[in-house]
């Protein structure tokens, strides 16, 4: 950790390399309102053919599809099939700027942004302490993020994650999503760790800017 929140992580995905169509609960995936996979799902043969299992029964029952790129590392072995993801298989999108600026080749995050609202229904583009774009049909805005003192950055991407997923299952729309999932990463960030205590998670739910 760094004074200024920023950590640096070295990856073991460990035995999920291993995961096939085998480990797949195809009946209670059937029965699910989402499914969200990451690009760490993207490097093994068996990874490959157990998403493309599960994502044809997303299809089948009308799940939404959420996939975050996950990792710049993956975007580049993968650049080409995670477009086509995007495209074709895909409802929701999560990228940060290191990842969106791979996907397309550019260091200009708006034109990326443009380019990813082009080919994605509804994607978020996490921007670290600028905040986050949020793309919904075609349509870009910005929200900003709130003045904290970072301490730990690990889980900065998954909170946001879980807030946003959470306000989409809700019926809200993306750039109210995007508010939310900002909130849950500012808040883990101003604390060690990824996980907030119970009594935490209580008052966060009272205290998230739900929309009225």
Known sequence: MTPDGERTMNTHLGMCQDFSIADIDESLLAKADIFYFTGYMWDTDSQKSAIKHALSIAKENRIKVIFDVADPFAVQR?????????????????ANQAELSILFDTKDINAAANSLGKIANIAAVKLGKEGCFVIESGNLCK?????????????????????????????????????????????????????FEESVIKQLNVDLPWPK
Do not use: C, H, N, W
């Not at 993968?78 to 999560?94: H, K, P, Q, S, W």
């Not at 946003?164 to 999503?177: Q, T, V």
């Open 78 to 94: 993968y650049r080409d099939a995670f477009l086509t993801l995007i495209e074709e298989e895909a409802d929701v999108v999560f």
């Open 143 to 195: 929200i900003t993020s709130r003045p904290i003192i970072a301490k730990d950055s690990t889980g900065a991407g998954d909170m946001f994650a879980a807030g946003f997923i959470a306000a989409l299952s809700k019926g809200y729309s993306g750039k109210a999503a995007g508010e939310i999932g900002g909130y849950l990463a500012e808040e883990i960030i101003q604390i060690p760790g990824a996980q």
